[in-house]
């Protein structure tokens, strides 16, 4: 099997990661277990593009075996339970685009890893596929940003900080590039005037960012998130006049936050969020090479504690009566009207790294292949799911999961 850099023309790691696993499959690859123990001669998983289908039906559960991580430890204390009232979830039928099925024939066709239903306080529905385990870690993508969006909203309820000051009163490394003259709040809900191509493709900043958690590079390329955070040009229109996606903000705000605590992203999570929050397993993160934790989408957790920290989104920031985050931030987040998302009129808009869903007033972390969660307090109703969507139609994908998790609310709802 070819390395990526043997190719003879220039590829995109997406069409790396289609190419590689169709000739490791001719090779003998099992597509289900590519590192089999009993085949120590198997073909080798690349170096670049493993965190993209098709090879992510197995490697967003096994990111350490791939990618150098910090661990997130979840504390010494007890763990939060989480109380079981099963319901009849997996039977409602819900009308997708393309016809109606229930719940569970939905999550059998949507390259499900794991789901998670919490109403009330408890889990009324729960299923785990595709070998996925409940002590087994996920990659969470961009769903880590709205861990970082919301240890923000901690640390400046708190006092540590001032979301509405330039970014470069803390950074001022920075005052050379586009970020010059940007809040700490337009980064945390994207709308700074720079230009970062996230897509990922060819010659993008997001592929720059993709390439940092791949050991495999182009030498004269980037190798840390710091680097590309220099390298960002001159803004193209004016901070705060339009969302725009971009990972690269994301990461600004960590090192933000790394700058005012003098902690790392690993740290901060586990002391912030993860203890306080009483997760039963460890999460981890992903580093780049100067040690940096991603904190655009390299936070990864099972299942359950990825439900925990909805639920607690779900109370309001309070666990067993102590408050971990500010009511006001979570309101804040819930009502404030940023850019408007364009183009989507089911998230209306994006804040402080959420999702909103302006008519259910609730709110939705997302990231790529399928990871995503629904907060929406007014219900008592939060929903977790970890997926390894293939790289085209996601648009759609992610609607039916909407579409299924909004079911699942209506139904509990009318209980």
Same mark, same amino acid.
């Given at each position: 099997?070819?390395?990526?850099?043997?190719?003879?023309?220039?590829?995109?790691?997406?069409?790396?990661?289609?190419?590689?696993?169709?000739?490791?499959?001719?090779?003998?690859?099992?597509?289900?277990?590519?590192?089999?123990?009993?085949?120590?001669?198997?073909?080798?998983?690349?170096?670049?593009?493993?965190?993209?289908?098709?090879?992510?039906?197995?490697?967003?559960?096994?990111?350490?075996?791939?990618?150098?991580?910090?661990?997130?430890?979840?504390?010494?204390?007890?763990?939060?339970?989480?109380?079981?009232?099963?319901?009849?979830?997996?039977?409602?039928?819900?009308?997708?685009?393309?016809?109606?099925?229930?719940?569970?024939?939905?999550?059998?066709?949507?390259?499900?890893?794991?789901?998670?239903?919490?109403?009330?306080?408890?889990?009324?529905?729960?299923?785990?596929?595709?070998?996925?385990?409940?002590?087994?870690?996920?990659?969470?993508?961009?769903?880590?940003?709205?861990?970082?969006?919301?240890?923000?909203?901690?640390?400046?309820?708190?006092?540590?900080?001032?979301?509405?000051?330039?970014?470069?009163?803390?950074?001022?490394?920075?005052?050379?590039?586009?970020?010059?003259?940007?809040?700490?709040?337009?980064? &945390?809900?994207?709308?700074?005037? /720079? #230009?970062?191509?996230?897509?990922?493709?060819?010659?993008?900043? *997001?592929? $720059?960012? @993709? +390439?940092?958690?791949?050991?495999?590079?182009?030498?004269?390329? &980037?190798?840390?998130?710091?680097? /590309? #955070?220099?390298?960002?040009?001159?803004?193209?229109?004016?901070? *705060?006049? $339009?969302? @725009? +996606?971009?990972?690269?903000?994301?990461?600004?705000?960590?090192?933000?936050?790394?700058?005012?605590?003098?902690?790392?992203?690993?740290?901060?999570?586990?002391?912030?969020?993860?203890?306080?929050?009483?997760?039963?397993?460890?999460?981890?993160?992903?580093?780049?090479?100067?040690?940096?934790?991603?904190?655009?989408?390299?936070?990864?957790?099972?299942?359950?504690?990825?439900?925990?920290?909805?639920?607690?989104?779900?109370?309001?920031?309070?666990?067993?009566?102590?408050?971990?985050?500010?009511?006001?931030?979570?309101?804040?987040?819930?009502?404030?009207?940023?850019?408007?998302?364009?183009?989507?009129?089911?998230?209306?808009?994006?804040?402080?790294?959420?999702?909103?869903?302006?008519?259910?007033?609730?709110?939705?972390?997302?990231?790529?292949?399928?990871?995503?969660?629904?907060?929406?307090?007014?219900?008592?109703?939060?929903?977790?799911?970890?997926?390894?969507?293939?790289?085209?139609?996601?648009?759609?994908?992610?609607?039916?999961?909407?579409?299924?998790?909004?079911?699942?609310?209506?139904?509990?709802?009318?209980?």
């Amino acid at each position: 099997m070819k390395s990526s850099s043997e190719f003879e023309e220039p590829m995109s790691q997406f069409e790396i990661a289609e190419r590689t696993f169709q000739e490791a499959v001719k090779a003998g690859l099992d597509p289900a277990n590519p590192r089999d123990p009993r085949e120590p001669g198997a073909p080798f998983i690349p170096q670049v593009a493993w965190k993209l289908s098709p090879w992510s039906q197995w490697s967003f559960q096994h990111i350490r075996e791939m990618a150098p991580t910090a661990p997130i430890w979840r504390g010494s204390g007890s763990v939060q339970a989480l109380p079981q009232s099963p319901q009849p979830v997996g039977d409602i039928i819900v009308n997708f685009r393309d016809g109606k099925r229930t719940v569970n024939d939905h999550l059998e066709r949507s390259y499900t890893d794991g789901f998670l239903v919490l109403h009330r306080g408890r889990i009324v529905f729960e299923r785990y596929l595709n070998n996925l385990a409940p002590q087994t870690q996920h990659l969470l993508m961009s769903a880590t940003k709205s861990f970082t969006g919301t240890l923000a909203g901690i640390l400046a309820g708190k006092g540590l900080f001032d979301v509405r000051r330039p970014v470069t009163d803390f950074l001022p490394e920075l005052g050379v590039t586009g970020y010059r003259g940007a809040t700490v709040q337009q980064c &945390l809900d994207m709308t700074t005037g /720079i #230009a970062a191509d996230d897509s990922g493709n060819l010659g993008t900043v *997001g592929e $720059k960012m @993709d +390439y940092c958690w791949y050991r495999a590079r182009p030498s004269s390329w &980037l190798r840390t998130y710091w680097e /590309i #955070a220099l390298s960002i040009g001159e803004q193209v229109r004016p901070h *705060g006049a $339009k969302f @725009d +996606y971009k990972s690269i903000d994301t990461a600004v705000v960590g090192f933000v936050l790394q700058r005012v605590t003098g902690l790392s992203m690993a740290d901060l999570l586990s002391q912030e969020i993860w203890a306080p929050m009483r997760a039963q397993e460890d999460a981890y993160v992903v580093l780049d090479d100067s040690g940096f934790g991603l904190a655009s989408g390299g936070m990864c957790a099972t299942l359950r504690d990825f439900g925990r920290f909805a639920q607690l989104m779900t109370q309001g920031g309070i666990l067993d009566g102590r408050r971990i985050l500010p009511q006001s931030w979570i309101e804040e987040t819930l009502n404030r009207k940023t850019a408007p998302v364009e183009g989507d009129q089911s998230l209306a808009y994006y804040s402080n790294f959420w999702w909103v869903d302006a008519k259910h007033r609730a709110l939705w972390a997302v990231g790529h292949g399928g990871q995503q969660a629904y907060v929406e307090p007014d219900a008592e109703f939060a929903a977790v799911k970890l997926s390894y969507f293939p790289e085209y139609d996601t648009d759609e994908r992610f609607g039916d999961d909407r579409a299924a998790i909004l079911a699942i609310r209506a139904a509990l709802s009318e209980e």
